[in-house]
């Protein structure tokens, strides 16, 4: 595992570690002084960036309802970006008939599955846009690394494979028009080393 600079679709954020797995495979020669048979030896390494975009946890939220799409990402056996009814984060967020009300508080979870234990999970960049296009030019950070809205309290961050925090139901003024305003959340997660985490979530 090797550490560079994080770059992605939203710049330099901080240090991304990096997986690389490399190996060879190699032709015994025979047991004898000298062979007609050409060697190979043939080498190669891979190396795979531990930060992914989970994307398209869809809101649509009007002064008096609430509704919600699951999650599709690039790392879909792995990552999932779930909602929850409260702190407890046992029961998956259900939309009543009535819908919720604006200010309503989310709990929100990044959380993988059948990872190796010696990873954890490391949000680093959690936000929402009125469409699900996660380049969407209208967008509202729920936090950026150590920068936050002030109605968005992180719960737990590279400590283990699930990050948790909480934000309330908003509407976009864009949306102002419209019976529903439509909101995605998305996140950029990374995967970090348990023993290096500590030295990222900072």
């Not at 062979?35 to 008096?64: D, H, R």
Request: hydrophobic share 35%; aromatic share 12%.
């Amino acid at each position: 595992v090797s550490s560079a600079r994080g770059v992605n679709a939203y710049g330099n954020i901080s240090v991304v570690q990096i997986g690389n797995v490399s190996g060879y495979i190699d032709t015994p020669d025979p047991p004898t002084i000298i062979s007609y048979l050409p060697g190979l030896l043939y080498k190669f390494s891979c190396s795979y960036p531990l930060e992914y975009l989970v994307n398209n946890t869809q809101l649509a939220s009007s002064s008096a309802a609430i509704s919600v799409r699951e999650n599709n990402g690039t790392f879909i056996s792995t990552l999932n970006l779930l909602l929850y009814n409260d702190s407890t984060y046992s029961q998956q967020l259900l939309i009543p008939s009535t819908g919720l009300p604006l200010k309503t508080k989310i709990y929100a979870a990044v959380r993988a599955t059948n990872l190796d234990g010696r990873w954890n999970v490391l949000m680093d960049y959690c936000y929402t846009t009125p469409s699900g296009n996660p380049s969407d030019d209208i967008r509202y950070d729920l936090f950026f690394s150590c920068d936050k809205d002030p109605q968005t309290t992180i719960i737990e961050n590279g400590k283990s494979q699930m990050g948790r925090f909480s934000f309330e139901v908003f509407r976009f003024v864009k949306h102002k028009n419209q019976k529903m305003s439509t909101v995605f959340l998305h996140c950029v997660t990374k995967l970090c080393r348990a023993d290096d985490c500590p030295f990222l979530v900072p």
